[in-house]
C-alpha cells in the first residue's frame, strides 16, 4: 500500500510541475528572463505613464497607445483658412552671424521665421528659417546647441559652418539634417572679398536644396510637417493693446522694432539705424514678433549657453500695431513650439515672424511704447 501512495504521488508531482512550465512562457531558451519581462510589462501594462530611461543629454521613451492618441489629437491644424508656414518643401535653417561685421545680412527678406538669441557672452546669432526656391544668404557661422531643438522640430536642412560636435552630443542628433560646410559640404559655400573673414561665408538657397536632395533624398514631405500655422490674409486678433514699438538689448546695442501702420509691419533698428537686406537694399519687414523669455545655462564647456526648450509658460505677441499676452509650449525636443492665444492656438500673419529669446538679463530692458 506504501508502494501505491508513493508512486501515485511521484505521478502528482510530474503533471503538476508539466503544468507549470506550460504556464509560464516567459522562460524560453536563450533568452534572459529579464528582457523578457521588461518587454512583457511594457506591452501588457497600458495604463503606465511613458518611462525616460537614460542620462545626460539623451532619453529614450516608451509610450503608450493611448498616450500617442492624445498627442496626435492635441496637435490637429488650427480650424478656418489656414496653411502652414512651411508647405512647399523642408525648410533650410541657416546659422547666421549677427555681429557688427556682419550686419546688414543677405537673405533676411527670404526668411519666414527667424530666432534671435545668446550665443556666448551677450553675442547673438539668428537662426533663420526659409523654404524659398531662390536667393543669396549669409553670413553663416558654425553650429550653436541652443538652436538645435528648433532645428530638429522643423526637419529642417541645417546649413551651418563647423561646430558639428555640439550636434553629436545632442538629444537631437539623429534629427539634424546638418550641410556642414567643415563636414563634406564645403563646395556649396563661397567667400567673398568684401568683409573680412569670418564675416563674408556666404551660400544660395539653390546650393542648399542641390545638396540635400542629394543626401537626404527628397525635399519634399509627403505630408506638411507639423508646426507654425499663417492666415490666408491679414487678421487683427481682438483684444490687445495698443503698442507701436518694443526695445530691448542684449548687449550696448541698442535693438527696436518700430511699427509701420502703412505696410502693417514693424522695420528694426539697430542704434537707431533701419536694418536692411544686404540683396534688395531695402528695410526688412515683420509681420509678426514674439518676446519669449526662456533662462539660459552654460553648456560643460562653460561658453556656449544652452536653453531647455521643454515646458509652457507666457510670452508676448506683438501684430498690426498691438500686443497681446499669450502662452507658448512644447512638449519634447522634436514637438513643435507652439503659442496660444486665450486658449486657441495663435495662427500667425502671413509675412515674417521674428522670435527674440531673451535671458533674465535682457528681460529686464524690454520696454514697450
Known amino acids: 500500500m506504501k ?15 508539466t503544468s507549470c512550465g506550460k504556464k509560464d512562457p516567459a522562460r524560453t531558451e536563450g533568452i534572459p528572463e529579464v528582457k523578457t519581462e521588461m518587454t512583457t510589462e511594457v506591452k501588457t ?35 478656418g483658412e489656414v496653411i502652414p508656414m512651411f508647405a512647399e518643401r523642408y525648410p533650410a535653417a541657416f546659422m547666421i552671424n549677427n555681429q557688427t561685421e556682419a550686419r546688414p545680412q543677405s537673405g533676411l527678406s527670404k526668411a519666414k521665421l527667424i530666432y534671435q538669441m545668446l550665443t556666448e557672452g551677450r553675442t547673438t546669432r539668428l537662426l533663420l528659417l526659409t523654404d524659398a526656391q531662390e536667393g543669396v ?24 559652418a563647423g561646430n558639428y560636435r555640439v550636434i553629436a552630443a545632442s538629444p537631437v542628433k539623429n534629427d539634424i539634417k546638418t550641410l556642414d560646410a567643415l563636414k563634406g559640404y564645403f ?39 507639423r508646426g507654425l500655422y499663417l492666415q490666408k490674409e491679414f487678421v487683427l486678433p481682438g483684444g490687445g493693446e495698443d503698442v507701436k514699438s518694443v526695445s530691448y538689448n542684449f548687449s550696448s546695442l541698442k535693438e527696436k522694432f518700430q511699427y509701420d501702420a502703412q505696410t502693417k509691419s514693424y522695420k528694426k533698428y539697430n542704434n537707431g539705424q533701419a536694418l536692411v537686406d544686404e540683396q534688395t537694399k531695402k528695410d526688412l519687414e515683420v509681420a509678426n514678433i514674439i518676446v519669449l523669455h526662456r533662462p539660459h545655462g552654460l553648456m560643460p564647456n562653460g561658453i556656449h549657453n544652452k536653453v531647455d526648450w521643454i515646458g509652457q509658460g507666457d510670452a508676448t505677441y506683438l501684430t498690426g500695431g498691438k ?3 499669450i502662452t507658448w509650449s512644447k512638449d519634447d525636443h522634436t514637438s513643435p ?31 514697450y511704447d
Request: with cysteine.
Open 3 to 17: 508502494k501505491t501512495v508513493t508512486v501515485l504521488t511521484m505521478l502528482c508531482l510530474v503533471i503538476i510541475l
Open 45 to 79: 501594462d497600458q495604463t503606465k505613464a511613458p518611462e525616460t530611461i537614460g542620462s545626460g543629454e539623451t532619453e529614450v521613451s516608451a509610450r503608450t497607445e493611448q498616450e500617442t492618441e492624445i498627442e496626435s489629437t492635441e496637435l490637429k491644424a488650427p480650424s
Open 137 to 160: 544668404v549669409g553670413p553663416i557661422r558654425s553650429a550653436r546647441p541652443a538652436y538645435l531643438d528648433l532645428v530638429a522640430q522643423e526637419q529642417a536642412f541645417y546649413v551651418h
Open 187 to 225: 563646395h556649396m559655400y563661397y567667400r567673398t572679398k568684401h568683409r573680412k573673414s569670418p564675416h563674408n561665408f556666404y551660400t544660395t538657397l539653390e546650393n542648399v536644396y542641390r545638396n540635400a536632395k542629394k543626401a537626404y533624398g527628397s525635399v519634399i514631405p509627403a505630408e506638411p510637417v
Open 323 to 325: 500686443k497681446y499676452a
Open 337 to 367: 513650439l507652439l503659442y496660444f492665444i486665450e486658449g486657441e492656438e495663435l495662427v500667425l500673419n502671413p509675412g515674417l515672424t521674428w522670435v527674440i529669446v531673451v535671458d533674465d538679463k535682457a528681460l529686464k530692458t524690454v520696454s
